[in-house]
């Protein structure tokens, strides 16, 4: 799973520092942003999104022609319509969460912000984010831009990365971590 991790980070630093490189000089970066937010959301909310992209069984024309269709329906800004189209085109849809997920990291950088993973059981309310962003500013010292993720075998709580640091409160890790201390006693 590292090495595929890596593999996705190598395609999608490239697509990523291109596209906002293009929203910089258009000084579009929170519409192109927003826009991959949207996408993104829709990856999270639908599995069969999900699969979609990361099919390899469909064809290149097939995908294409499908995100199109996708594109005309979310109303996104035109540069992340055509930049999704190119991605498309070029037979990388597969990695545009990772693409997606590198811009966000550069656009917060360019605002001298730092980006958190957060993945929960449930998807969590603003309150609950706009808690949790306080707190992560208050421990690192810069604003934080939460990049929220879904999985709901974590049964509760949280994991939350920032840069090399992760925080894991999740129920499954201390369920895992009980178990293997009660086979150690037993």
């Known amino acids: 799973m ?29 519409a192109v942003e927003t826009g991959l937010a949207s996408i993104a959301q829709l990856a999270d909310e639908s599995a069969d999104f999900a699969r979609f992209l990361r099919s390899p069984v469909i064809g290149a024309d097939v995908k294409a ?25 070029n037979g990388r849809l597969f990695a545009l969460p990772a693409i997606i997920t590198s811009f966000r990291a550069l656009a917060a950088e ?39 993720h879904v999985d709901p075998s974590l049964i509760g709580g949280l994991v939350v990365k920032v840069g090399s640091r992760m925080i894991d409160s999740s129920l499954k890790t201390k369920l895992t971590a009980m178990k293997i201390a009660m086979k150690e006693v037993g």
């Not at 980070?9 to 596209?19: D, G």
């Not at 499908?66 to 996104?76: D, G, P, R």
């Not at 949790?132 to 831009?145: C, D, E, P, W, Y």
């Open 110 to 148: 360019g605002r001298g912000e730092i980006a958190a993973e957060v993945t929960s059981a449930a998807p969590l309310s603003r309150s609950q984010l706009s808690d949790l962003a306080q707190t992560l500013k208050r421990k690192i010292g810069k604003t934080v831009t939460l990049n929220e």
């Open 2 to 30: 590292a090495a595929q991790d890596s593999v996705l980070v190598q395609i999608a630093r490239p697509y990523a520092a291109a596209l906002y490189d293009l929203a910089r000089g258009d000084k579009i970066i929170d």
């Open 65 to 89: 022609a499908t995100i199109n269709s996708i594109l005309a329906q979310a109303k996104v800004h035109p540069t992340v319509a055509n930049f999704v189209r190119v991605v498309a085109r």
